[in-house]
């Protein structure tokens, strides 16, 4: 009951976001500068109130963070094996292969919220800001081939990594920021979970599924299932405390991101699998992402 009471109000905004853009009548402009907003505004406004007022204990979050490393790492390594597996063109595969690590931060947060309030929300603001840059990486890198790397400014820009670092100083030099500005991020702070999650509902695009289902469904299977089991095992053999297990577990259960879609649309890859991808891995996580959590 619990864990339904945290991911269905979750998913059903994410639906909510599917009608929305179906009957609501908002041109695609709108949807896009909605999600810009939320993404270099109300995220990082977050992300930087919850890390600048945690607690922050390296040595008892290191397990966490080697962790989601090694599943990353883990599900970079099967992103790459799959050229050798489909009949697709290169720019297929370079679209793809970020659908095997990618994740969507939006969700992560809302669900380590419901799990764990504010301390949950710090815990997978660390460890996607320390995993973001190598994601980042990662997937330009491939992708470069088919259009202008920019890699330095998507590393250095990222709004989402900036806060993160600038929270982590902020909580480690024992700062705090004037009541006034610090009771304006707490109220950006409260708009990013619901706009966010309504913006990927409007962002799924389920005409798509039918693309390079080879790559389509290798990548899901790998992210949804292949690395969620890694963090299972390897959180429950180095002995993880309960938060940084569930939130470990969490992040290797997530949906695809829809940065990456952003991404191989600005660098030349194959679009449209990416935009499969997210949909497909959205939609199929409402039935994983309570499965993985009600192991934890």
Known sequence: MRLALIIFPIFALILLGVGLKRHAQVAEEGWRGIERLIYFVFFPALL????????????????????????????????????????????????????????????????????????????IGLLMGFLVPLANVASVAVLAKHGESHWLREILGNPLIMATAGGVAFALADWSLPALLSETLELLARASLPLGLIVVGAGLR?????????????????????????????????????????????????????????????????????????????????LTLPFWLALA
């Open 48 to 123: 930087f109130h919850s890390l600048s007022h945690a607690r922050i204990d390296f040595e008892a979050a290191l397990p966490m963070l080697l962790t989601g490393l090694f599943v990353t790492l883990i599900g970079m390594v099967l992103g790459y094996v799959s050229q050798f597996l489909f009949d697709d063109p290169p720019r297929v595969y370079a679209a793809a292969f970020q659908g095997s690590f990618r994740f969507n931060s939006y969700v992560g947060l809302a669900v380590a919220g419901a799990l764990h309030a504010q301390p949950g929300i710090a815990a």
């Open 206 to 286: 389920l005409d798509s599924l039918s693309h390079a289902r080879g790559h389509l469904w290798y990548g899901a299977l790998v992210k949804l299932l292949v690395l969620p089991a890694l963090a299972w095992w390897l959180g429950k053999t180095i002995g993880l405390d309960r938060m940084h297990f569930e939130i470990v577990l969490l992040f290797a259960a997530l949906p695809m991101s829809t940065v990456a879609y952003v991404l191989a649309l600005r660098m030349g890859g194959d679009a449209q699998v990416t935009a499969a991808q997210v949909a497909l891995t959205t939609l199929l996580s409402m």
